[in-house]
Nanobody, 128 residues
């Protein structure tokens, strides 16, 4: 199973985008979904997670600007990104993670090696 992220594009600073992650082949009652960003020349970084109980966690840099949500009827998880900054530029990926509550990720971090089902990401460019 590979999760496909979509919805990227070019946006000016201060703009918004909504990324989608198609999760039809994943049982969201037993998996967390993590969002990751890989900026040019940098390692992949976990930025947000929604757990199977719908609890959420965000890294400090995106807290208050990004929101992750889940729509079971559409088999999708979304990353709503507001007040985008040039530093948000990168390829965004979604992946499945361990069935753990969000506070676990708060304490341990959103570590890429714990996640699977990586697909092709979607490019977000924040530039004027």
């Amino acid at each position: 199973v590979q999760l496909q992220a979509s919805g990227g594009g070019k946006v000016e600073p201060g703009g918004s985008l909504r990324l989608s992650c198609a999760t039809s082949l994943v049982d969201l009652d037993y998996h967390a979904i993590g969002w990751f960003r890989q900026a040019p020349g940098k390692e992949r970084e976990g930025i947000s997670v929604i757990a199977s109980d719908r609890s959420t966690y965000y890294i400090e840099f995106v807290k208050g600007r990004f929101t992750v949500s889940r729509d079971d009827a559409k088999n999708a998880v979304y990353l709503h990104m507001n007040s985008l900054e040039p530093e948000d530029t990168g390829v965004y990926y979604c992946a499945t993670g361990p069935n753990l509550r969000a506070n676990y990720y708060r304490d341990d971090g959103i570590k890429a090696y714990r996640f699977t089902s990586w697909g092709q990401g979607t490019l977000v460019t924040v530039s004027s």
